[in-house]
């Protein structure tokens, strides 16, 4: 038995559930999770570990809560920290390693600037991670004046990925 809880809009290819529950104005599934949560008759136990893992969702679907937020997202962040959650461990597994530093960098210096305010990044390399795209963008949006920032790049020999923020 399938259920859906996402904050993305559902798409042509959605999942086939018995119950869906879909909300966009949720900063994160997360958000949508802990609420949903209140609702049960019986305790949900949540372990430190798993409070954790469900902040750093947090973390990443807002940008370190910077967007999207509103104060239930807070609300969400007070009561996994009461479960326990571990920040100081999140921001140790949200770090990149010195590689991956160094190729975001890599391909972030081949931006170029449309209209003063659009980062466009195209590269012919395959990076099979998009994961990494959303990377880039996220890193083009830190320059000053930046309002969106798009990371093209191949995913396979057939396949264009592109990230966009804004």
């Given at each position: 038995?399938?259920?859906?809880?996402?904050?993305?809009?559902?798409?042509?290819h959605a999942i086939e559930s018995m119950f869906s529950y879909v909300e966009s104005s949720a900063s994160s599934t997360i958000e949508l999770l802990i609420e949903l949560i209140n609702f049960f008759q019986e305790k949900?136990?949540?372990t430190p570990y798993e409070a954790s893992i469900m902040y750093a969702g947090l973390l990443v679907d807002t940008n370190t809560f910077t967007y999207r937020t509103s104060a239930r997202t807070f609300e969400v962040a007070?009561?996994?920290k009461e479960l326990g959650a571990d920040g100081?461990?999140?921001?140790?597994?949200?770090?990149?390693?010195?590689l991956r530093t160094l190729e975001i960098n890599k391909v972030t210096s081949q931006m170029?600037?449309?209209m003063d305010r659009f980062a466009i990044v195209a590269s012919e390399q395959i990076?099979?991670?998009?994961?990494f795209l959303a990377q880039v963008s996220e890193n083009l949006l830190n320059i000053k004046n930046i309002d969106a920032a798009f990371?093209?790049?191949?995913l396979n020999e057939s396949t264009i990925g592109i990230s966009a923020r804004s």
């Open positions: 038995k399938i259920i859906v809880i996402d904050h993305h809009r559902t798409g042509d949900v136990d949540i007070s009561k996994l100081i461990e999140v921001k140790a597994w949200l770090r990149n390693d010195v170029e600037i449309y990076y099979d991670d998009r994961s990371t093209i790049t191949r």
